[in-house]
Each structure stands twice: as C-alpha cells, then as structure tokens.
C-alpha cells in the first residue's frame, strides 16, 4: 500500500471519529525538492504530522504554521515556499501573503519551491438541546439540516415520539460530548430548569443560551448561586436566547436561535475571507453607473 493510500484512509478515518485535522497537498514543485507535486500530509489538531510527508524543514515550519491559522479560522491558504533571490524578483518578503498565497523562504541549499494546499478538515459543529419542549424540538430538527451535531438531552418521558437527533441522553447527565466547536442550548420551560442549566453552565462551549425571559433567568440564576455554582459560568448563558426577530412560533424561536449561533460560530471566518476595504470600494464603484464616477 502507498504512503498516499495510507494518507487518503487516515483520512477517512479522521472524518468519521469527528476528528480536526489538516490535510496538506503539494501542488506544485520548481527546480530541487524533497516532495513532488501530489504528495500530502496529516496534520493533527496538536500540529504533528500523523501521516505522510511534505519535506522536510524547508517546508515544515511555514506550513505547521499555516495549518495552526487554518484550524483556528476553518479557511484553506496556499503557501509558496521559494528561495529569498526568487522573492525579491516578485517583490514580497517571506511572511507576506498576495492574492490569497503566503510566502515562505527556503533556506535549503537545494533552493528550490514548493506551492502546498493547506486545507483545514473540521467536524460537524455540536448542537447540544436540553428538554423536550416544541423549541427544543425544532431546534434539533432544524440544525441538523445546517450540519450540526445534535445532540438532544431529556427525560425520555417527556418525549412523545423520537426527535431527530444524531444523539439522544435520557435525563441532562450529558458524559462525554463530541469534541469539536460546541454549542448549548437550555429549552426545558418549566421542566427541569435547574437540572438543565446546571448540567448546561458545566459544559465547555463557545455559546450557551436559555429559553426563557430574563427575569426567569435571573431566579435561576439566585437558585444556582445558592448551590455554589460559580456566577461567571452562569453569567455566560445569553438569556433569552437568539436574534430579537420578533418570533412568535416555536419554529421562528428556534430560527432565531440557529441565527444568532451561526453568527456566533462564524466570527473570525468572514473576516478572513471578507474583502479588504479597499476591494469593498472598489466593487461598489463598478456597480455604480458610468456617469456617476466622473470626477
């Protein structure tokens, strides 16, 4: 079996255990390299190439350090690796990125060039519901068509048929969660409320929200306090939960909800891969009519 059939079953593999990984591709080689063209990489979340080979450390570092911005912000880069005379001739320095590629000097005297994808392979982002109101229910429905994870923990008595769900936890013990972008979502209103929330502050997410009105939320919060839970998690639970989009329906709750996650899950992308202000003005002129440019 080939070093690249290994790499490709690795990868499958890495997909399937939800696993975040990089995997990294020479596209293109110029003059001496160690790598050819075709061949990958695994990089692991910890930054350790798991499999294959991309070179050695002419390459290594410009791309471990891509592959770590890569995971962090969900957007694929190209890295051009070139001898520091052949970055003079196209006027950029090792570090500088033009036209969507970073480049990197090799000081290998074999000075050759290697252009590698860096392409960030994420898991589903994890959706976890607890309780079995009609929010909640919608909820899970609705974000598993958006590729989440769903994971839907309640009392299996107050279930009245199976909720579509990729997990379900009978109670709110959660246990071991998928290890990935987590986000939390307490909608028991009125059943368990405390079970739920407590269960809820106690998970590692990077949003945690509560249906139900601020000053429910609010006793709850004196409740818990009481317990000895620390204030600053609970205080980390958005109550109500979503965009004020003024939802009546259980539906349109759970649509404003999946709304304000979706803007919380991709902060940092868009302005990644949003275009600079000056290409903003410069798409604007163009849309402008002709006339309306003349100076």
Same mark, same amino acid.
Not at 59 to 76: M, Q, T, W, Y
């Given at each position: 079996?080939?070093?690249?059939?290994?790499?490709?079953?690795?990868?499958?593999?890495?997909?399937?255990? $939800?696993?975040?990984?990089?995997?990294?591709?020479?596209? @293109?080689?110029?003059?001496?390299?160690?790598?050819? #063209?075709?061949?990958?990489?695994?990089?692991?979340?910890?930054?350790?190439?798991?499999?294959?080979?991309?070179?050695?450390?002419?390459?290594?570092?410009?791309?471990?350090?891509?592959? @770590? %911005?890569?995971?962090?912000?969900?957007?694929?880069?190209?890295?051009? &690796?070139?001898?520091?005379?052949?970055?003079?001739?196209?006027?950029?320095?090792?570090? %500088?990125?033009?036209d969507?590629? @970073?480049?990197?000097?090799?000081?290998?005297?074999?000075?050759?060039?290697?252009d590698?994808?860096?392409?960030?392979?994420?898991? !589903?982002?994890?959706?976890?519901?607890?309780?079995?109101?009609?929010?909640?229910?919608?909820?899970?429905?609705?974000? @598993?068509?958006?590729?989440? !994870?769903?994971?839907?923990? #309640?009392?299996? #008595?107050d279930?009245?048929?199976?909720?579509?769900? =990729?997990?379900?936890? =009978?109670?709110?013990?959660?246990?071991?969660?998928?290890?990935?972008?987590?986000?939390?979502?307490?909608?028991?209103?009125?059943?368990?409320?405390?079970?739920?929330?407590?269960?809820?502050?106690?998970? $590692?997410? &990077?949003? !945690?929200?509560?249906v139900?009105?601020?000053? +429910?939320?609010?006793?709850?919060?004196?409740?818990?306090?009481? $317990?000895?839970?620390?204030?600053?998690?609970?205080?980390?639970? +958005?109550?109500? *939960?979503?965009?004020?989009?003024?939802?009546?329906?259980?539906?349109?709750? #759970?649509?404003?909800?999946? *709304?304000?996650?979706?803007?919380?899950?991709r902060?940092?992308?868009?302005?990644?891969?949003?275009?600079?202000?000056?290409?903003?003005? =410069? /798409?604007? =002129?163009?849309?402008?009519?002709? /006339?309306?440019?003349?100076?």
């Open positions: 079996m080939t070093t690249q059939v290994e790499v490709l079953d690795l990868v499958a593999q890495m997909k399937t255990a $939800e696993r975040a990984f990089v995997l990294a591709t020479v596209v @293109r080689t110029v003059s001496v390299t160690a790598a050819k #063209a075709g061949a990958k990489a695994i990089i692991a979340a910890d930054g350790r190439i798991v499999a294959g080979w991309i070179g050695g450390g002419c390459a290594r570092g410009a791309v471990l350090k891509a592959a @770590r %911005e890569a995971l962090a912000d969900g957007v694929p880069r190209m890295v051009s &690796v070139q001898p520091e005379n052949l970055l003079a001739e196209l006027g950029v320095s090792a570090g %500088e990125s033009r969507g590629i @970073r480049f990197a000097s090799n000081m290998c005297p074999s000075k050759g060039t290697m590698i994808f860096v392409e960030p392979v994420l898991p !589903h982002p994890s959706l976890v519901v607890l309780g079995a109101s009609p929010v909640a229910l919608s909820l899970a429905a609705q974000a @598993r068509t958006l590729g989440f !994870h769903v994971t839907l923990a #309640a009392p299996s #008595a279930l009245a048929s199976q909720p579509e769900a =990729d997990t379900l936890i =009978d109670g709110y013990s959660l246990g071991e969660l998928t290890e990935t972008k987590r986000f939390v979502v307490v909608s028991t209103q009125g059943k368990g409320d405390e079970a739920a929330l407590r269960a809820a502050v106690a998970v $590692e997410a &990077v949003y !945690h929200a509560f139900g009105s601020r000053r +429910k939320m609010a006793a709850l919060r004196a409740k818990l306090i009481a $317990e000895g839970i620390d204030a600053t998690a609970i205080d980390r639970v +958005k109550a109500p *939960a979503g965009l004020d989009l003024g939802a009546i329906t259980p539906e349109e709750i #759970a649509m404003s909800i999946l *709304a304000e996650i979706t803007q919380a899950r902060r940092g992308q868009r302005a990644a891969t949003s275009p600079t202000d000056k290409e903003k003005i =410069d /798409h604007a =002129d163009d849309r402008q009519p002709a /006339h309306s440019r003349i100076p």
